[in-house]
């Protein structure tokens, strides 16, 4: 008799609650994504005209209190505020999928936990390795670490609009995973002078905040001021400010507490906040951030060639195209290898390459890292901006071509994901909702 544990299978099917979520989420994120195009090609239009002069005088204008610390350009202010909006609504979504979600089963969780690690530490090394003896060059070997969900979602509704759910969720995951990797290398590696007291300050306000939530207080004028002293004390610390946005994202209950009803009285804050704040996240945040950060300056043919010898932009693209997909894919193969597990029949290693290019697609957070590493408007923070555009240009042709060669068959496993013959509203592919 066969005693042998049966074999795992990577990127099969979840239930059909959380393929659902997981669909609706990604129709909001293509929105944002279609708005960060418009935002980032009216920004390099703008930096690249006649009138590129008040471009930067725009970016560049002061606004704020000045006995807060708080006198910041509208640059500042995206990168610093409006981009805790979206790690706020990244730490939502994180604790979402780990506490309700299908990823709570750590073996559904460890694929796209340790394709994240590996998609962040092989393009930080193939980063170090171009950038060698370089001198400050290698403060940027964070920059190619990181993926930008919205833009990749949005160039996948373009090229394949029907890639198999399984593939979606882990895309999604691995990049929420990425976010919260990123912010912790910004907060550990970005901090250059750290002041406790606003830093306690700022952790004792995070605190009186997830006791408010926790008690299931939603009152907009009390919460709101507090995630505000939050993010200042937190700015006024040293620590990158968009790191308030993730703690007070993790202090949202993701279920109901038993006095509350339980699980089954409905859904808990975490998913009642993101549905409010996810559309200003994707809408208005990001695209906002994209504007004032990805106007560059290229100057023609000879200036985008002069910008990419620069070996921090060399590194850049090396890292976004070459190696998100190798340790994307690399992990992912190793977790198969070692783990015994198997792909899903329906799907190919092919897919894997597919999603792991879309991985490349880098931008939000690396441009951020940029600023952080070189300065905003440095020159290297320009060639930072080439080589984060260049980068994320190739490796979406590069997945464009893998996934289009793929379609017929998505566009089949589509068609099989619809299939509900037993009319209870539930594809027969799917697991079905426990209870």
């Known amino acids: 008799m066969d005693t042998s544990t049966p074999r795992r299978t990577l990127f099969s099917r979840g239930s059909w609650t959380e393929t659902q979520r997981i669909t609706e989420l990604l129709r909001r994120e293509t929105v944002g994504g279609a708005l960060l195009v418009?935002?980032?090609?009216?920004?390099?239009?703008?930096?690249?005209?006649?009138?590129?002069?008040?471009?930067?005088?725009?970016?560049?204008?002061?606004?704020?209190?000045?006995?807060?610390?708080l006198d910041l350009s509208l640059g500042q202010w995206a990168a610093d505020g409006l981009l805790a909006i979206f790690f706020f609504t990244a730490g939502l979504e994180l604790k979402r999928e780990f506490v309700a979600g299908d990823l709570r089963d750590p073996r559904r969780a460890v694929v796209p936990v340790l394709a994240a690690v590996g998609g962040m530490a092989v393009p930080a090394a193939l980063f170090a390795v171009v950038n060698a003896g370089g001198g400050d060059a290698l403060r940027g070997w964070a920059i190619p670490t990181a993926t930008d969900i919205a833009f990749a979602v949005a160039v996948l509704a373009v090229v394949s609009s029907h890639l198999p759910t399984a593939l979606r969720t882990f895309l999604l995951t691995l990049a929420v995973v990425d976010d919260l990797l990123a912010i912790t290398i910004i907060a550990v590696f970005y901090t250059d002078q750290l002041s406790v007291g606003p830093l306690l300050g700022a952790v004792a306000v995070i605190a009186l905040f997830g006791v408010l939530v926790q008690r299931r207080v939603r009152t907009w004028w009390l919460l709101v001021p507090l995630a505000v002293v939050a993010w200042a004390l937190m700015h006024a610390s040293g620590v990158h400010a968009t790191v308030a946005g993730v703690l007070l994202g993790f202090t949202v209950p993701v279920l109901r507490s038993q006095a509350a009803g339980g699980p089954e009285a409905g859904p808990g804050l975490a998913e009642h906040f993101e549905h409010r704040w996810r559309p200003l996240s994707a809408g208005f945040a990001v695209p906002v951030f994209a504007f004032f950060s990805a106007g560059v300056t290229v100057g023609g043919l000879s200036g985008l060639v002069s910008a990419l010898q620069d070996r921090v932009a060399l590194g850049i693209v090396v890292g976004l195209v070459v190696g998100k997909a190798v340790g994307i894919l690399g992990a992912t193969a190793l977790v198969c290898r070692f783990t015994r597990a198997r792909l899903d029949s329906s799907l190919s290693w092919w897919d894997v390459l597919g999603a792991s290019l879309l991985g490349g697609i880098g931008f939000t957070v690396s441009l951020l890292i940029g600023e952080l590493a070189f300065g905003a408007g440095s020159l290297r923070d320009e060639h930072v901006k080439v080589g984060v555009l260049t980068g994320s240009l190739v490796a979406a042709a590069l997945a464009t071509v893998v996934l289009r060669l793929r379609n017929r068959t998505y566009r089949r496993l589509h068609e099989l994901e619809q299939v509900d013959e037993d009319g209870d509203g539930v594809p027969d592919v799917y697991q079905r909702p426990a209870g």
């Open 38 to 69: 418009v935002a980032t090609v009216l920004a390099l239009t703008w930096a690249n005209s006649p009138a590129s002069g008040s471009y930067a005088g725009l970016r560049d204008t002061v606004v704020g209190p000045h006995a807060l610390h």
